[in-house]
Nanobody, 127 residues
Framework: QLQLVESGGGLVQPGGTLKLSCAAHGSTLNYYAMGWFRQAPGKEREGVSCIRGNDENTYYVDSMKGRFTISRDNAKNMTYLQMNNLKPEDTAVYYC????????????????????WGQGTQVTVSS
């Protein structure tokens, strides 16, 4: 059983930066693709960025490319999402997710393949 705990959310002004962290407990991450999803009020949960289990193969939703960077440190069982140039439309609850043996694009595009979810962390972009 894998437990995921997000941190790093908060209130930031437009154009600001935040770095989200996801700590995994209960298993090593080598065999899991990891990803970040978000859900804004009144909207469906959507994939943001995902990364393969044992290498740096990544996938980004087009609207996040160039602003968000996903990374992982399997030795520390951590996954990160660096978010730059934040916009009000980035306001959402951000969730960490893990999927066994799936490609990053599949994890991000098909929430049904997610095996584990974190509890979420709120990101609010507002002046």
């Amino acid at each position: 059983q894998l437990q995921l705990v997000e941190s790093g959310g908060g209130l930031v002004q437009p154009g600001g930066t935040l770095k989200l962290s996801c700590a995994a407990h209960g298993s090593t991450l080598n065999y899991y693709a990891m990803g970040w999803f978000r859900q804004a009020p009144g909207k469906e949960r959507e994939g943001v960025s995902c990364i393969r289990g044992n290498d740096e193969n990544t996938y980004y939703v087009d609207s996040m490319k160039g602003r968000f960077t996903i990374s992982r440190d399997n030795a520390k069982n951590m996954t990160y999402l660096q978010m730059n140039n934040l916009k009000p439309e980035d306001t959402a609850v951000y969730y960490c997710a893990a999927g066994v043996g799936v490609a990053p694009m599949s994890l991000c595009r098909f929430a049904g393949v997610v095996d584990y979810w974190g509890q979420g962390t709120q990101v609010t972009v507002s002046s």
